[in-house]
């Protein structure tokens, strides 16, 4: 018989389990507050369960534990970057980052991706396979033990597309914010999407607390298309249906995330589609200059332009921000050091 992932089971999960074993309700509430407060990776550090029930729940369940393979701090803003190895020896990258408002995690949400987005270094090699909440968590759970803080914000912006592993994703969201475990507020958490149109609209349906941010990156169908595979299969019309969909069933405004990319999507008309599709569902709109990587040619745009363009949406009536830039000397962007370790094993091998 397969062991069963018990960091993945929800509470009403862990204790249907537990009475199957025969074994008294209570239990399952000491071994959650173990897995999603205490943090621990093993039975064998639960010990206020007798030595035979730790071995009896070894042999049934296991524990998701990842391992640090690699950390790069950045000298600048003391941003962490953490390459994680999965039990079957895949990597995922997770970020810790220091706000005044509290510290924040982005997490990958599979190995790989299968979007194909043209700037992003994720999608390069394609999609390994999804993550499971419990691995998902674990992103969070080891940087709050590594770093002794707590983690107050999460964003799920790492590798991989949520909205393509929704039922994973919307596990690991309950697990995540339930006041038995982390408790992070749901208003804490943000899941951003290249824009997977049904799912859109099933999350909104959970009618969470959570923002969706939604990568829009260009105004026009033709020039979404080019750089986004994606926008083949939903239009822009459509993608703003599911947004009104979303801000009229959570309450909660949409972040439009829109990378400026030198010459491509950062001229004036750029500029006025912006402001009228933002004005439309009341988006917040977070501009990221483009990080280029190395495997394609796209540049950003100039910091000074970056500048004017957010000073020009905002008089036009628009809520903009700048994103920040953090650890750009540490492989900041999605993937890419994920893929540096890649090829440095396979030069090895
Ligand atoms: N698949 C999801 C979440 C992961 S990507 C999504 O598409 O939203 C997180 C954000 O980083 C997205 O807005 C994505 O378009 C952006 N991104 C990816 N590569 C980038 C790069 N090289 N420079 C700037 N932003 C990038």
Redesign the pocket.
Known sequence: MDKIDIKSLDFNELEETIKELGLPKFRARQIYDWLHKKLVTSFDEMTNLSGELRKSLDERFYITACEVARMQESKFDGTRKYLFKLSDGNYVESVFMRYHHGNSVCISSQVG?R?G?R???STLDGLTRNLQPSEMLDEIYRIQVLTGERVSNVV???T???MDNYDNILKFIKLLTDENGLNISQRNVTV???GIVPNMKRLADEKLSITL?L?L?SVTDEKRRELMPIANKYSIEKLMEACEYYFEKTGRRITF?Y?LVRDVNDKDEDLKGLSQLAGRVKAHVNL?P??P?KERDYRETAHGDVVAFKNKLEKSGINVTIRREMGRDIDG??GQLRKKVLSENNEEA
Do not use: D, Q, R
């Open positions: 991706c979007m987005c700037f992003c270094a799920v912006m790492g991989g597309e949520p951003s999407t290249c941010a990568s990156h995330e990378a990221i483009v990080n990587i962007a999605c």
